[in-house]
């Protein structure tokens, strides 16, 4: 940022104090091993949610990586 030697702005940019906030964060996950939990705690959502589209017509999908996880929900399984 300090080679800018104009005013800069546009809505997908950071400014020093959102790289350095940005910066933190990623640490943070990097140090308490964050990522690694998302996975095994994701990877447990998955397998019980599975088990839940198996028992309950209305799931039609489970998926997802992570703790982004997706269910998608439908009216008929069959023609889904």
Partial sequence: ?????SV??????GGQLQCLIGMEVLNTIRRDNLHH???????????ELGKLKEKY??????RGAGLMIGIELVKDKIKH
């Fill in 57 to 62: 017509d209305i799931i039609g999908d489970v």
């Fill in 1 to 5: 940022m300090d080679s800018l030697k």
């Fill in 8 to 13: 800069f702005f546009n809505t997908f940019g």
């Fill in 37 to 47: 939990n998302a996975e095994k705690v994701g990877t447990y959502l998955l397998e």
